[in-house]
């Protein structure tokens, strides 16, 4: 999941959490599906161990995605 996506992701839940929007309109207003942004809104609502699981786990794909693209650059340059 790259910076983007988790920055719509932020966007949506805060506009349905917070700011008390329909999902609909929300999910209609950033052209997903109703059932994509249900299901956003529901993972933000998880135990805060479980998300903190998740996000370890994308840590770590993230670094290890960080060091291919090193190698690459390392060979290329």
């Given at each position: 999941?790259?910076i ?8 949506v ?47 770590a ?8 693209l ?8």
């Amino acid at each position: 999941m790259g910076i983007a996506e988790n920055s719509l992701k932020l966007h949506v839940i805060t506009e349905v959490k917070v700011q008390g929007r329909l999902l609909s309109d929300v999910a209609r207003q950033y052209g997903l599906s109703a059932k994509a942004v249900y299901q956003w809104v529901r993972e933000s609502d998880l135990q805060p161990q479980q998300r903190e699981c998740a996000l370890m786990s994308e840590i770590a794909q993230l670094q290890k995605r960080i060091k291919q693209l090193n190698n690459e650059l390392r060979t290329i340059g």
